[in-house]
């Protein structure tokens, strides 16, 4: 397995844990385990009592219940339940992949998506959104990659970093291509639930194709990245073989204290979305406002889907410097968009209640240089 260094991850593990102001977060508001505990009145003795032991391989019959309770075509057995979504991702295309196989990954996307499909040694089509377009999806571009050995179509809705939710006959035209060809397409829907306006809601990759596979996870719109768990979920139960046959020379099971908090999470997954959901309506007006300070230097696709957007950031010299600079002067870190290989844009993740003073103090960084 050939693999290139992991920009987006050597970045925050730079800055992750020094600076004040994490201004590129990609996940919503966390909370602490005593208030996942407070959702159900046996909880706390449940997880007292939990036998750390080995779990089952494919998660346990309580995750997997309620990880396809998300769902509406979804069966237990239907999902396979991981230490993460990153070796969700790792698993499918392995298991799908490999020499004189094809596959197309819509691009910018968060890296693994592009290049552990390139790790399988599989030909990769980027299916490239561009900032002059409005981030619109090009289906004519689509068609033209496709290939007669073309295995899997990788989409991302809503989209890491765009936050932006695919138009509803987008996603029906490339459910419809795959179909007629026999394609799997990888849906990555760890921001399912942070649609900023119900109609932005997509059908759920599994839910509406048989050979589709729906990516989730407990980070994103739950604000839960400190239990490390994932999940896969499809309705072809090929696949899902195929992936945890993998799994058993990767991880092998899951935690079984991540399992139990993950489970009762999920059972009050509409509380848990609404609370951080609430966060990002809040925050959104206020990056309008900050934007307008700085017409000249910040234009943006307003996002419309999740707790992150990609603003250009219009600077005569290097988004990257400058990112660099405002994290060692003023202990705010923001996510150059070279990670994405679009240098001309940053990562702004506003799904933190601190983002009103982290804005402050990129303003008076901003102010200090006068780069506005």
Request: glycine share 8%; aromatic share 8%.
């Given at each position: 397995?050939?693999?290139?260094?992991f920009?987006?991850?050597?970045?925050f593990?730079?800055?992750?844990?020094s600076?004040e102001y994490?201004?590129?977060?990609?996940?919503?508001?966390?909370?602490?385990?005593?208030?996942?505990?407070?959702?159900?009145?046996?909880?706390?003795?449940r997880?007292?009592?939990?036998w750390?032991?080995?779990?089952?391989?494919?998660?346990?019959?309580?995750?997997?219940?309620?990880?396809?309770?998300?769902?509406?075509?979804?069966?237990?057995?239907?999902?396979?339940a991981?230490?993460?979504?990153?070796?969700?991702?790792?698993?499918?295309?392995?298991?799908?992949?490999?020499?004189?196989d094809?596959?197309i990954?819509?691009t910018p996307?968060y890296?693994?998506?592009?290049?552990?499909a390139r790790?399988?040694?599989?030909?990769?089509?980027?299916?490239?959104?561009?900032?002059?377009?409005?981030?619109?999806?090009?289906?004519?571009?689509?068609?033209r990659?496709?290939?007669?050995?073309?295995?899997?179509?990788?989409?991302n809705?809503?989209?890491?970093?765009?936050?932006?939710?695919m138009?509803?006959?987008?996603?029906?035209?490339?459910?419809?291509?795959?179909?007629?060809r026999?394609?799997?397409?990888?849906?990555?829907?760890?921001?399912?639930?942070?649609?900023?306006?119900?109609?932005a809601?997509?059908?759920?990759?599994c839910?509406?194709?048989?050979?589709?596979?729906?990516?989730?996870?407990?980070?994103?719109?739950?604000?839960?990245?400190?239990?490390?768990l994932?999940?896969?979920?499809?309705r072809?139960?090929?696949?899902?073989?195929?992936c945890?046959?993998?799994?058993?020379?990767?991880?092998?099971?899951n935690?079984?204290?991540?399992?139990?908090?993950?489970?009762l999470?999920?059972?009050?997954?509409?509380?848990?979305?609404?609370?951080?959901?609430?966060?990002?309506?809040?925050?959104?007006?206020?990056?309008d406002?900050?934007?307008?300070?700085?017409?000249?230097?910040?234009?943006?696709?307003?996002?419309?889907?999740?707790p992150?957007?990609f603003?250009?950031?219009a600077?005569?010299g290097?988004?990257?410097?400058?990112?660099a600079?405002?994290?060692?002067?003023?202990?705010?870190?923001?996510?150059p968009?070279?990670?994405?290989?679009?240098?001309?844009?940053?990562?702004v993740?506003?799904?933190?209640?601190?983002?009103?003073?982290?804005?402050?103090r990129?303003?008076?960084?901003?102010?200090?240089?006068?780069?506005?």
């Amino acid at each position: 397995m050939n693999l290139t260094p992991f920009r987006i991850e050597h970045y925050f593990t730079r800055y992750e844990f020094s600076c004040e102001y994490l201004l590129s977060s990609s996940d919503a508001e966390s909370r602490p385990i005593r208030d996942l505990l407070a959702l159900e009145p046996d909880a706390h003795e449940r997880l007292l009592d939990l036998w750390c032991g080995y779990t089952e391989s494919p998660g346990g019959p309580e995750l997997r219940e309620a990880i396809a309770g998300l769902y509406e075509r979804v069966a237990p057995d239907d999902v396979l339940a991981v230490s993460c979504a990153e070796e969700g991702i790792l698993l499918l295309y392995h298991a799908l992949l490999g020499p004189g196989d094809h596959a197309i990954v819509e691009t910018p996307c968060y890296e693994s998506g592009l290049e552990l499909a390139r790790s399988t040694g599989a030909e990769v089509s980027p299916w490239r959104r561009c900032w002059e377009d409005g981030w619109a999806h090009d289906l004519d571009a689509l068609e033209r990659l496709l290939r007669p050995n073309t295995r899997v179509l990788y989409v991302n809705t809503p989209s890491n970093p765009l936050g932006l939710a695919m138009p509803q006959e987008v996603f029906d035209h490339v459910m419809g291509l795959a179909r007629e060809r026999g394609i799997v397409v990888f849906c990555d829907e760890v921001y399912r639930g942070l649609e900023h306006s119900p109609s932005a809601r997509r059908p759920a990759g599994c839910d509406a194709a048989e050979h589709a596979v729906s990516l989730g996870s407990m980070s994103k719109t739950y604000g839960l990245p400190g239990l490390r768990l994932g999940w896969l979920a499809t309705r072809d139960r090929g696949i899902l073989e195929k992936c945890l046959a993998l799994r058993l020379y990767t991880t092998i099971c899951n935690s079984a204290p991540s399992e139990l908090l993950s489970a009762l999470a999920l059972r009050h997954h509409t509380a848990l979305a609404e609370r951080n959901l609430g966060i990002v309506r809040h925050n959104l007006p206020l990056l309008d406002a900050f934007f307008a300070r700085y017409p000249n230097l910040f234009t943006w696709v307003r996002p419309n889907a999740g707790p992150i957007a990609f603003p250009r950031f219009a600077l005569d010299g290097s988004v990257d410097e400058l990112c660099a600079d405002l994290a060692r002067e003023a202990s705010v870190m923001l996510l150059p968009g070279s990670v994405f290989d679009e240098p001309a844009h940053v990562r702004v993740g506003f799904g933190r209640r601190n983002l009103p003073a982290a804005l402050e103090r990129l303003g008076e960084f901003l102010d200090r240089r006068a780069v506005g």
